[in-house]
């Protein structure tokens, strides 16, 4: 079975950091592209960050202005991204997925249950 898990979200006040962390079973990881996505209150999904299956292409959404960087640990089958500068517009509920393949937008297979980040003061 394909599973996901978030973790490392919480509550931040802006200008802070946090490094979210998607765990993974079942699949190859070290096979399939990864994604990170994330949905505020009342929004549509927005596309934050793809990263192929070794790593080495990444992409990022727009509106991000170099405040996060996701990467991966294959030995570990884990995805990160690590949320620096934070600001209130940043909170949502951050979900990682599987992709297919790599692409802009990504299009996942899989996704997990989530991480509620809250930037706050």
């Known amino acids: 079975e394909v599973q996901l898990v978030e973790s490392g979200g919480g509550l931040v006040q802006p200008g802070g950091s946090l490094r979210l962390s998607c765990v993974t079973s079942?699949?190859?990881?070290?096979?399939?592209?990864m994604t990170w996505v994330r949905q505020a209150p009342g929004a549509g999904f927005e596309w934050l960050a793809v990263?192929?299956?070794?790593?080495?292409?990444?992409k990022y959404g727009s509106s991000l202005k170099g405040r996060f960087t996701v990467s991966r640990d294959n030995s570990k089958n884990t995805l990160y991204l690590q949320m620096d500068n934070l600001e209130p517009g940043d909170t949502a509920m951050y979900y990682c997925?599987?992709?297919?393949?790599?692409?802009?937008?990504?299009?996942?297979?899989?996704w997990g249950r989530g991480t509620q980040v809250t930037v706050s003061s």
């Open positions: 079942g699949f190859v990881f070290s096979s399939y592209t």
């Open positions: 990263i192929n299956s070794a790593g080495g292409g990444i």
């Open positions: 997925g599987r992709a297919a393949r790599y692409d802009w937008p990504p299009s996942p297979d899989y």
